[in-house]
Nanobody, 127 residues
């Protein structure tokens, strides 16, 4: 049972990337999915969250208006579209699942409420 993030890479400031999160060993239907990132020397921080039915989404302030989370339960996939990337977005990005509801409080509490972490995918924003 694992979630695997992919789609990272090197991109210039102002560029875009789409990350994918694939589930293995279970179906995503009943879970909210959170995106987190961890920059070198920093703690893992919440970036975005999407409810099981896509009706509720959450974005951390630094990415509001630039990132968009979506999901396709039929394909067992979740996506994070990242635009207007800046060097501060450089980090390893992870996706994880929770049975709780996406909310400011849930994301502010940190990654402890989420599970089934995978390897993560590295996003580097640099010219």
């Amino acid at each position: 049972v694992q979630l695997q993030a992919s789609g990272g890479g090197l991109v210039q400031p102002g560029g875009s990337l789409r990350l994918s999160c694939a589930a293995s060993g279970f179906t995503l239907d009943y879970f909210a999915i959170g995106w987190f990132r961890q920059a070198p020397g920093k703690e893992r921080e919440g970036v975005s969250c999407i409810s099981s039915t896509s009706h509720k989404t959450y974005y951390a302030d630094p990415v509001k208006g630039r990132f968009t989370v979506s999901r396709d339960n039929a394909k067992n996939m979740v996506y994070l579209q990242m635009s207007s990337l800046i060097p501060e977005d450089t980090a390893v990005y992870y996706c994880a699942r929770t049975l709780e509801t996406c909310s400011d409080d849930l994301m502010a509490a940190g990654p402890e409420s989420f599970g089934s972490w995978g390897q993560g995918t590295l996003v580097t924003v640099s010219s």
